[in-house]
């Protein structure tokens, strides 16, 4: 199952994030190459993290997400969107599901 996975920054006025970006940027390496996070993108407006996870299901993602040192440490947290695939085509060849 496709997730989307946007982060959301916890309201902590003057949080230091620096201690934490290498060990972040390690876990995200790890779930990469263990093919469960396919794509990792930053919002161009807020800096913050926009993930695409390939998991079992909505739990799995959120176990995978809490274990990244930030969200550990309080940080961060994310909204979770599970994906299905567009059924819209099927309009064009009059193929609907009801």
Same mark, same amino acid.
């Given at each position: 199952?496709k +997730?989307?996975?946007?982060? =959301?920054?916890?309201?902590?006025?003057?949080?230091?994030?620096?201690?934490?970006?290498?060990?972040?940027?390690?876990s $995200?390496?790890?779930? /990469?190459?263990?093919?469960?996070?396919?794509? &990792?993108?930053f919002? %161009?407006?807020?800096?913050t993290a $926009?993930?695409?996870?390939?998991?079992?299901?909505? %739990?799995?993602?959120?176990?995978?997400?809490?274990?990244?040192?930030? $969200?550990? %440490?309080?940080? &961060?947290t994310?909204?979770i +969107?599970?994906? $299905?695939? /567009?059924?819209?085509?099927? =309009?064009?060849?009059?193929?609907e599901?009801?």
């Amino acid at each position: 199952m496709k +997730i989307l996975a946007l982060e =959301r920054e916890i309201s902590q006025q003057s949080a230091d994030y620096q201690p934490y970006l290498k060990a972040e940027a390690a876990s $995200v390496w790890e779930l /990469y190459q263990a093919g469960l996070l396919r794509e &990792i993108y930053f919002h %161009a407006n807020e800096h913050t993290a $926009v993930i695409l996870l390939e998991c079992d299901d909505e %739990a799995t993602a959120r176990e995978l997400l809490d274990s990244l040192p930030l $969200v550990k %440490a309080g940080l &961060i947290t994310f909204d979770i +969107i599970p994906l $299905v695939p /567009y059924s819209g085509f099927a =309009r064009l060849f009059g193929t609907e599901k009801p």
